[in-house]
């Protein structure tokens, strides 16, 4: 699959490996699994030597020595036989004084596991030498809690150190819809639904369909129910450097919540566990739930809802985790014959994502949520220009016949009435309107 829609991030990148020339830079490039963080980096740099380097979970004197041989293969210097990645470092910020050149560390939270100390020994090493040296550093890592803990957690010896960073987000629908009238120009409207509630715009997953040829709503369904699917091991695979050993639990409540119990006590009746905690540090810790309350509610409001963040994750919490026993002895149509059986009701609570999404990568709102009261009265769509005083409530179906304007005028009686002095427009959206 080609490179698609990475513009501004590519610029920056570019601006970096710049300034290199004349200053030390270290970026910190994150993202989830599979966004096409590797991707970025390789597309965005080479107008000076580019050393890419995967920071593998093996000893570190075998990591010493395939560093130290893509140094001499790439820069033609031979820096010496190392066991200790911090002395191979070092003597790699001395290179930089006279050779500007890239290097890229890959998986950096990695050093974790192998050796811990390296990454205060990366930082004194990078103050005794960034005013002289010429390097353009780029720190890259997937796992979200260890690399936030490494460079956002002030007692941690990288804190502050970084001169640039990037979070890589999914694509976004427009480029959703590009990609897909490539492989598809007739494609249909559940089409795009399909592609947006299966890969949610993650590169990797994106590009699998595509390799494989899967540009309509059943050709894409086969694809990731199907003997040796990349899909069916991700979730666990993404996740389980996340939650160690304690992924049982954490799995639970998230199975709990892509089923659609998105109140704590709800999760609680559905797993039998206490999910305080947990919500807590899937919120907070991993970045893989958010927690809303609904529109003019305060903050400390108990009225509040959870969801898991990423769209992948939850069709596999919903579909492949659920029923990973049929799954387990290749009874794929079972399995397809539970998506095909709850697509309109699972699909419909993405439609309305999708065009909360849509409505975000506007520009034209400072916030887009939904409402809802006492667990009735929802509202699938709220957006709010405060600048300008409009506000934006809509209801989402899949089918436009299905929308009641009269109820959802009646819903919107309690936020219309506090925005007295402001233009407020109704609308019903479907499938007709992706």
């Known amino acids: 699959m080609k490179f698609y829609n990475r513009e ?11 300034k290199s020339q004349d200053y030390a830079q270290m970026s910190v490039v994150t993202g989830r699994r599979r966004i096409g963080k590797t991707a970025l980096i390789r597309h965005s740099f080479g107008r000076i030597p580019f050393l890419y380097f995967f920071v593998a979970r093996k000893s570190e004197a075998l990591l010493c020595e395939e560093l130290s041989g893509i140094v001499r293969e790439v820069l033609h210097e031979d820096l010496g036989d190392f066991s200790s990645f911090a002395r191979l470092f070092g003597a790699m910020m001395n290179l930089s004084k006279r050779k500007n050149f890239t290097l890229v560390l890959d998986e950096f939270q990695n050093f974790k596991y192998i050796n811990e100390s390296v990454f205060s020994e990366i930082q004194n090493l990078w103050d005794a030498n960034k005013e002289e040296s010429r390097i353009n550093l780029v720190l ?25 960073r990037i979070h890589l987000k999914p694509f976004k629908t427009d480029t959703l819809k590009a990609i897909l009238a490539e492989g598809n120009p007739d494609y249909t409207s559940d089409d795009l639904l399909t592609l947006y509630m299966l890969t949610g715009g ?13 540009f309509t709503h059943d050709d894409m369904i086969r694809s990731v129910f199907s003997f040796g699917s990349y899909f069916i091991s991700e979730g666990y695979e993404m996740l389980r450097d996340e939650f160690g ?25 559905v797993t039998g566990i206490e999910p305080g905690g947990y919500l807590d ?11 809303h309350r609904a529109y003019m509610q305060p903050e400390g409001t108990r009225n509040v809802k959870y969801f898991i963040r990423d769209n992948f994750l939850t069709f596999w919490f919903r579909f492949i985790h659920k029923y990973h026993s049929a799954i387990e002895i290749d009874n794929f149509d079972y399995v397809r014959d539970k998506v095909i059986a709850d697509y309109n009701t699972f699909s419909g609570i993405i439609l309305e994502r999708y065009f909360r999404q849509r ?7 400072n916030i887009v949520t939904n409402y809802w009261k006492g667990g009735e009265d929802e509202i699938d769509l709220i957006a709010v220009n405060e600048a300008e005083k409009h506000l934006v409530i809509a209801e989402c179906k899949r089918q436009a016949k299905r929308i009641d304007m009269k109820t959802l005028q009646d ?20 499938l007709e309107d992706m």
Not at 8 to 18: C, P
Not at 141 to 164: C, H, Q, W
Not at 245 to 269: C, H, M, P
């Open 140 to 164: 890259c890592g997937s796992v979200y809690s260890l690399m936030t803990k490494i460079f956002d957690d002030s007692g941690e010896p990288l804190y502050g150190r970084a001169t640039n």
């Open 411 to 430: 819903r919107a009686t309690d936020i219309i009435a506090k925005h007295r002095r402001w233009t407020i427009e109704l609308k019903g959206l479907s």
């Open 281 to 291: 540090k899937l919120e907070k810790t991993y970045n893989l739930v958010s927690r």
């Open 359 to 365: 409505f975000a990568e506007m520009g034209c709102y």
């Open 245 to 269: 050993k304690e992924y049982s639990n954490y799995f639970s409540v998230l199975q709990a919540i892509a089923e659609g119990n998105t109140e704590r006590g709800d999760i609680k009746n």
């Open 8 to 18: 501004t991030e590519m610029e920056a990148l570019k601006g970096v490996e710049r």
């Open 202 to 214: 993650v590169a990797k997953y994106v590009e699998q369909l595509v390799m494989d040829n899967a």
